[in-house]
Nanobody, 119 residues
Framework: QVQLVESGGGLVQAGGSLRLSCAAS????????MGWYRQAPGKQRELVAG???????SYADSVKGRFTISRDNAKNTVYLQMNSLKPEDTAVYYC?????????????WGQGTQVTVSS
């Protein structure tokens, strides 16, 4: 069992920045990939970014060039630096973990943190 705890959400104006953090605990030996999904009201859940323990990354097209995912394997923590935020980035952001980036939707999930971008 893996426990994921997110922090760092909040309210920011368009063009601003936020940094999300997610700390993993529990059966961390089962984790290779960590990352972030988001879900806005009335919209489908969307993969935002993922990163493997080896540093391979994947990003949604909508966030490429604005968001950066990073990871501290020693601390079992993943970060999402979000710059040039847009109102359409408003969503609940969930940390996930699994063996692969592709399977993160079926792995462990955090409780979510709200990100609100005002125009």
């Amino acid at each position: 069992q893996v426990q994921l705890v997110e922090s760092g959400g909040g309210l920011v104006q368009a063009g601003g920045s936020l940094r999300l953090s997610c700390a993993a605990s529990g059966s961390i030996f089962s984790i290779n990939a960590m990352g972030w999904y988001r879900q806005a009201p009335g919209k489908q859940r969307e993969l935002v970014a993922g990163i493997t323990s080896g540093g391979s990354t994947s990003y949604a097209d909508s966030v490429k060039g604005r968001f950066t995912i990073s990871r501290d394997n020693a601390k079992n923590t993943v970060y999402l630096q979000m710059n040039s935020l847009k109102p359409e980035d408003t969503a609940v952001y969930y940390c996930t973990s699994s063996l692969t980036i592709a399977s993160m939707a079926f792995g462990s999930w955090g409780q979510g943190t709200q990100v609100t971008v005002s125009s």
